[in-house]
């Protein structure tokens, strides 16, 4: 029985594999390889989406900066002793909010009248 599902395989493979036998005997004899193009350079500047992280490493802490467009908009303080936290910008007047084990309290900042 196990050698009629071998035979039947063995024949399915031969019938998938002719059509591309028959198309690679007519092609032409003049084909040359194409050249080889190298891949992409990937940079900063080529994707502007991408934060550029600076690590900067203190004795008592490591501050990550992250910039995306030359502006700061968030760190990470990672003290030596201690949970992580983040600071990011709160508004574009330079707030910063800071996000760690005890946030401070969120006061809104609604415009209620203007003249």
């Known amino acids: 029985m196990r050698k009629s599902y071998k ?30 193009i190298p891949p ?9 989406d991408e934060p550029v992280i600076t690590i900067i490493k203190k004795e008592n802490e490591t501050i990550e900066e992250y910039r995306v467009g030359g502006k700061l908009y ?23 909010i800071n996000d760690g084990p005890n946030p401070p309290l969120s006061v809104p900042k609604w415009t209620i009248f203007t003249f």
């Open 74 to 96: 968030m760190l990470k303080i990672t003290p030596k002793h201690g949970v992580p936290y983040y600071m990011h910008r709160e508004d574009q007047e330079g707030a910063w």
């Open 40 to 48: 992409p350079s990937i940079g900063a500047e080529d994707n502007a």
């Open 7 to 36: 035979n039947i395989a063995s024949l399915l493979m031969a019938a998938m594999l002719l059509p591309a036998l028959a198309q690679a005997r007519d092609l032409p004899s003049n084909l040359e390889p194409l050249e080889d």
